[in-house]
Nanobody, 114 residues
Framework: QVQLVESGGGLVQAGGSLRLSCTCTRSFLDLNARGWYRQAPGKQRELVASITRSSGTTYGEGVEGRFTISRDNGENTWYLQMNNLTPEDTAVYYC????????WGQGTQVTVSS
């Protein structure tokens, strides 16, 4: 069983920053995959960023250079630092992990006003 608890969403003006956190009940290294997805109204859920056991990173379309995924080496936590946010980044952001099958956090709303 894997549980994911997210925090850090909110309302921000365009150009602002937010940091999301995801804490997992399993060890970071036990997971087969981990990262962040988002879903905007009327759109499919899409990958935002993922991070490997060795801290290699992958970013979705349109966020590389603005968003950074990282981990806390001492805890089962990973982060999504989002800079230079635009209204197009408005979505519900989900923490994600794979351990046998897919697990999702409860989602946190990120709203970027113009």
């Amino acid at each position: 069983q894997v549980q994911l608890v997210e925090s850090g969403g909110g309302l921000v003006q365009a150009g602002g920053s937010l940091r999301l956190s995801c804490t997992c009940t399993r060890s970071f290294l036990d997971l087969n995959a981990r990262g962040w997805y988002r879903q905007a109204p009327g759109k499919q859920r899409e990958l935002v960023a993922s991070i490997t056991r060795s801290s290699g990173t992958t970013y979705g379309e349109g966020v590389e250079g603005r968003f950074t995924i990282s981990r806390d080496n001492g805890e089962n936590t990973w982060y999504l630092q989002m800079n230079n946010l635009t209204p197009e980044d408005t979505a519900v952001y989900y923490c994600y992990a794979h351990y046998g099958w897919d697990y999702w956090g409860q989602g946190t709303q990120v709203t970027v006003s113009s």
